[in-house]
C-alpha cells in the first residue's frame, strides 16, 4: 500500500475516534468519499478497539494519545514522554533494588 494511502487511512481513523460512535457512519461516508476499500480498512481498524489496549497507556502511547486527544500541546509531546520515560525507570530501579535478582 502506498504511503499517502496509509495516511488517509490514520487521518480519517483518528478524525472517526473523536467522532460520537452514533455519528460515525455519516462522517466515514463523507470522508471516504465513495471509497468503499478506503472506509472498509478503517472501519476494521475502529473495530479493532486499540484505543483501549493496554499497550495505549504504555510511556509514549499515553501521551501521543493525549496529545491527538487536544490534552498536550504538540510542543509539550517530547518533554512529557521523557518525562514519563525518567518516572518509569525511577519505579523499576526501585522495585529491582528489592528484588532477588541474578544477573548474568
Known amino acids: ?3 499517502e494511502r496509509w495516511r ?6 483518528h478524525a472517526a475516534l473523536e467522532c460520537e460512535e452514533s455519528r460515525r457512519p455519516a462522517f466515514l461516508a463523507e470522508a471516504c468519499a465513495g471509497d468503499g476499500a478506503l472506509r472498509e480498512e478503517v472501519e476494521s481498524l475502529l473495530a479493532e478497539g486499540f484505543e483501549g489496549a493496554r499497550a495505549m497507556g504504555s510511556v509514549g502511547y499515553a ?3 493525549a496529545m491527538l486527544a487536544g490534552e498536550l500541546p504538540r510542543a509539550d509531546l517530547a518533554d512529557s514522554i521523557v518525562r ?21
Do not use: N
Open 1 to 3: 500500500m502506498q504511503p
Open 8 to 13: 488517509k487511512i490514520e487521518e480519517i481513523y
Open 63 to 65: 501521551q501521543v494519545r
Open 84 to 104: 514519563a520515560t525518567r518516572v518509569f525507570a525511577r519505579r523499576q530501579r526501585t522495585w529491582l533494588k528489592h528484588a532477588d535478582v541474578i544477573w548474568l
